[in-house]
């Protein structure tokens, strides 16, 4: 059986190589593409893994720029063989320094039928075919979460709303129950952003007076915890927990402001800048982290906590059709934690690594 690892950009490419693939009877293995994003879809792509023969990888830009890719292929330890995308010409780069270079998707099929074990390479059956895109069925889903999101938009003036106390550069609303400190920047000069990612606990009490439905990564008892970051929230249910408070996402230039302070040069949002397991999580083994408290790890210079690693965060920034999220989370490499490294999700899709911050436009009191 051969795993294909690839970018969610290049779905319609890999799923018309999976039907030649099936054509031939070589059995193979998709990320499932799914109306809405499963929190826990690692631990499908990691069963699949333990049975696959043949990693294909499939070489583009959009693979390079995506954690999620680079987590799948760090996480299998058997024979890998790379193919790049017709038109992707950087030469002899790949997704791996260590990685002998890809090979054109031309003669994919016999390229990677002469790659397998030789007790695979006979011609059987055709075998089953991808499953197909469910682009509709999703787009119907992004309407109706973005309709309930406008619904409750109207109807959030009614909700109890907690005190917001200034201290100098810092803001607290409701007694501690969240913590925030203010950042500049041109278009936002009195921005208060949350000095860290909403907790399991705040999400509760936001759970308590609405009719949104808890996420599903609470069906895990170690995703519950009081004090760490909730995760498996979709972009529309964190705008509407933000809303609740009276504000909103930050955009990707307010977190870049907060992470990054008056500091240009910063690589990362740690207490030196520098990256350690001492100072941030990051780079653990593949579907198997679970998101630390965000003060389980020093703030950075300006006070905010977990704005590298552990947990990504969605900003309020469009990407295309989907969401810009930053940070990087407990399983990526180094290279997706730092402060420049973005990604997007589209605003339906879950993950167990993606949590979110509050953004407040408020000016404080004169002394």
Known sequence: MVFISHSRDDRA????????LADEGIACVLDPELVEGDPFWRDAVEASLAECELMVGVVSENALASPWVEQEQRAYTGRKLWLARAGWNRGGETLHPRRDCPLPLGEATQIIRDALPAHSRRRRKRAGMAAPLQSEARVA???ETAAKLETFRASVSRLPRLRLDFDGDRASIGEG?????????????????????????????????????????WSRTVFCTDDAPVTGVNWYEACAFALWMRGSLPSETEWVQAARGAEPRRVYATATGELDVRLACYGQPFADAVPAPATAHPPNAEGFHGMCGNTWDWCASPWHSHRAIRGGGAMDAPRFCAIGSR??????????????????????PMK
């Open 13 to 20: 490419l890999v799923v018309a190589l999976a039907r030649e």
């Open 343 to 364: 990604y997007r999700n589209a605003p339906i899709d879950r993950d167990c690594c993606v949590g979110f911050r509050v953004k407040i436009d408020a000016v404080s």
């Open 177 to 217: 129950f969240l913590e925030l400190r203010r950042i500049a920047t041109p278009r936002a000069p009195s921005a208060w952003i949350g000095t860290q990612p909403v907790s399991n606990a705040q999400y509760r009490a936001f759970l308590a007076l609405t009719d949104y439905p808890p996420p599903p990564t």
């Open 141 to 143: 889903r992004v309407r």
